[in-house]
């Protein structure tokens, strides 16, 4: 089992900045890769960033390339993600999430095994 705590989220302006945080524990070296999703009221749950945990490649939604960027400390079992730039579309509940052995994309919801309780974040003035 892997258990995932994500904090950072708030209100910002547009424009602003927030840095996401999720702290895993249990199971952690079991994990192919960490990734970050967004559900908006009424929408899917949408893929944002992900690094794989064993060389750092990075993936990113085109809706948030150039203005997010995760990263990761492994001695901490800890995954960022750094939003600049925010856009009141952006508003929606962040979720971290881990995928343990590699499942053929690392953009999809299905393929991860086990999330956390999410964080809001809302952009607005």
């Known amino acids: 089992q892997v258990q995932l705590v994500e904090s950072g989220g708030g209100l910002v302006q547009p424009g602003g900045s927030l840095r996401l945080s999720c702290a895993a524990s249990?199971?952690?070296?079991?994990?192919?890769?960490m990734g970050w999703f967004r559900q908006a009221p009424g929408k899917e749950r949408d893929f944002v960033a992900a690094?794989?945990?064993?060389?750092?490649?990075?993936y990113y939604a085109d809706s948030v390339k150039g203005r997010f960027t995760i990263s990761r400390q492994n001695a901490k079992n800890t995954v960022y993600l750094e939003m600049n730039s925010l856009k009141p579309e952006d508003t929606a509940v962040y979720y971290c999430?881990?995928?343990?052995?590699?499942?053929?994309?690392?953009?999809?919801?299905?393929?991860?095994?086990?999330w956390g309780q999410g964080t809001q974040v809302t952009v607005s003035s």
């Open positions: 690094i794989v945990a064993s060389d750092g490649r990075t």
């Open positions: 999430a881990v995928q343990t052995y590699y499942s053929g994309s690392v953009n999809f919801a299905a393929h991860y095994d086990y």
């Open positions: 249990g199971r952690t070296f079991s994990t192919y890769a």
